[in-house]
């Protein structure tokens, strides 16, 4: 059974920075795409970046330039660090996997906070 566990979630002044970590437990394809959500008060869920297993990486508008992912399949773990914080930033993250011809997540994590505030 794969498990997906994130930590690293904090309180963070605005401008500050944040590393999320989330660690693969269980089997899972080697050629999964990982990458991490976030869910802000009264909002839909949105997509804030993946890697696929090849290492290629994208990014949701609102964070390009700030967050970096990192990891992968290979390190059954992805990281999310997140630079020049913003209180928009505030939201549930939430780790994900899913096969590379599957279009919705496949397994979850169970969500870290993060807010930013002064």
């Known amino acids: 059974q794969v498990q997906l566990v994130e930590s690293g979630g904090d309180l963070v002044q605005p401008g500050g920075s944040l590393k999320l970590s989330c660690v693969v437990s269980g089997f899972m394809f080697s050629r999964n795409i990982m990458g991490w959500y976030r869910q802000a008060p009264g909002k839909e869920r949105e997509l804030v970046a993946d890697?696929?297993?090849?290492?290629?990486?994208s990014y949701a508008d609102s964070v390009k330039g700030r967050f970096t992912i990192s990891g992968g399949t290979a390190m059954n773990a992805v990281y999310l660090q997140m630079n020049s914080l913003k209180p928009e930033d505030t939201a549930v993250y939430y780790c994900?996997?899913?096969?590379?011809?599957?279009?919705?997540?496949?397994?979850w994590g169970r969500g870290t906070q993060v807010t930013v505030s002064s």
């Open positions: 994900y996997a899913r096969r590379p011809w599957v279009g919705n997540p496949e397994y």
């Open positions: 890697i696929t297993s090849g290492g290629g990486t």
